[in-house]
């Protein structure tokens, strides 16, 4: 099948803009002065943004066929000059969020090429959608090649144009989501504007309104803000001999943390008095609230004084480390700690540093950045905002298993 083939952008949003203008022009004359117009500005943004696509690609386990691979003779003057060799079908199902019917926009900076998949499977409030792509080599074309390298740089290659489509696409949605904030302001207040008007000409002849002989008149009613349910991550199956948690799991372990920690940042003055094993429990408890599991009804425990896991067979999947800021020791203390935990080959882990007592939070922001880059034992890292780096650690110089180490700092202090 076919995608971004069916609407140029700028044609497609501007025809949202204008649904959006044509609905608010109808909410009734009552509705539009008995609301609260924040409310109502938040709930049609919440109803008519699009959400971006989102590619999960860390995961794909690819699946191998035996087909008779369609190839074109080399001198073909038609489409019926073909024949077929034997070969091999890899097909990759490859997990996506976000709104399906984009797979249907043409972006308004494009590649110009036409873009095929096997099937799309739409996502849903349940479950994230699925790519199906399958790429086929005859056996004479893959012969002699060193198969997974040379299968993995075709994928890449042959995908990466369908990656820089939803990436401008998705800056397409976003300057589509930027715009509407005005178009709904702007068409609530004209909406607005005219029932006062008719309010104004209605008293001033002495008529009447027509009411809702059913709406209560004791104060208006505020609507509420539109709540869409977060698909949940699908379930991955792990070998009997060892776990682990998925990469999208994962991603989303540490935007729970971020909420949590944005949420105390906010309230320091509650939690600045909190210990690190009291901190700790607040985390297990927003973590608690998206992840269960069915046997003991939490998925995140205790392990140590301050830190936080997943379990399996007495051995952990995911580690986090929370410590309150005492200097660049802190952090080598954690790591350290997390080695010695960290038992299996596909281990994610997270460190959460609290300042309780610097004023210069930038500061010590900064010192936590020259550790990660000093470190020896690091072999990469990437800033993901200005609290927040994403970190590759080798266990020891003796040790070249790599641990995952997802580095935030939140500042509480007073």
């Not at 959006?20 to 539009?32: L, N």
């Not at 399958?134 to 893959?142: N, R, S």
């Not at 540490?254 to 105390?264: C, E, L, P, V």
């Not at 010695?340 to 900064?366: A, P």
């Amino acid at each position: 099948m076919e995608i971004f083939d069916k609407h140029e952008a700028y044609e497609y949003f501007e025809k949202l803009k204008k649904l959006i203008q044509e609905e608010i022009s109808m909410i009734d004359d009552d509705k539009i002065q008995n609301t609260d117009i924040e409310e109502l500005k938040n709930y049609y943004f919440e109803k008519w943004k699009i959400q971006p696509l989102s590619l999960f690609l860390d995961e794909l386990n690819p699946i191998l066929n035996e087909e008779k691979v369609k190839r074109y003779s080399r001198h073909y003057r038609t489409d019926e000059d073909f024949y077929y060799s034997d070969g091999y079908k890899i097909t990759y199902s490859i997990q996506f969020d976000g709104d399906n019917r984009l797979f249907n926009v043409i972006p308004s900076t494009r590649i110009l090429q036409r873009f095929h998949v096997s099937n799309i499977e739409k996502s849903t409030d349940e479950k994230y959608g699925i790519i199906t792509y399958a790429l086929e080599f005859t056996k004479q074309e893959i012969e002699g090649k060193d198969t997974p390298d040379f299968v993995k740089k075709q994928f890449e290659s042959s995908f990466q144009h369908i990656k820089q489509t939803i990436d401008n696409l998705n800056n397409d949605v976003q300057q589509y989501n930027n715009s509407i904030q005005s178009v709904i302001r702007n068409s609530l207040e004209a909406r607005k504007k005219k029932a006062d008007e008719f309010v104004k000409l209605s008293e001033n002849l002495a008529i009447p309104l027509k009411t809702n002989p059913y709406a209560p008149n004791v104060k208006p009613i505020l609507l509420k803000k539109n709540i869409v349910k977060k698909p949940e991550m699908p379930k991955v199956k792990q070998r009997e001999a060892e776990y682990g948690i998925s990469s999208s799991d994962y991603e989303n372990i540490k935007k729970i943390i971020g909420m949590a920690g944005y949420s105390m940042e906010k309230t320091a003055k509650t939690f600045n008095k909190f210990t690190e094993e009291e901190l700790r429990d607040v985390f297990i408890a927003f973590l608690n609230t998206h992840y269960l599991q069915m046997a003991t009804g939490e998925t995140f425990s205790k392990k140590g004084k301050t830190d936080i896991h997943i379990q399996f067979d007495n051995k952990s999947a995911y580690i986090a480390e929370c410590k309150i800021w005492s200097g660049e020791k802190i952090l080598q203390e954690a790591i350290n700690q997390l080695n010695s935990y960290s038992t299996w080959h596909d281990v994610k882990t997270s460190i959460i540093i609290f300042n309780k007592e610097n004023k210069d939070f930038v500061k010590l922001l900064t010192k936590v950045k020259v550790f990660i880059d000093a470190n020896e034992l690091c072999q990469g890292n990437i800033s993901t905002s200005k609290n927040e780096w994403s970190c590759k650690f080798k266990k020891s110089n003796d040790n070249s298993q790599i641990v995952t180490v997802h580095i935030v700092v939140f500042d509480i202090c007073l």
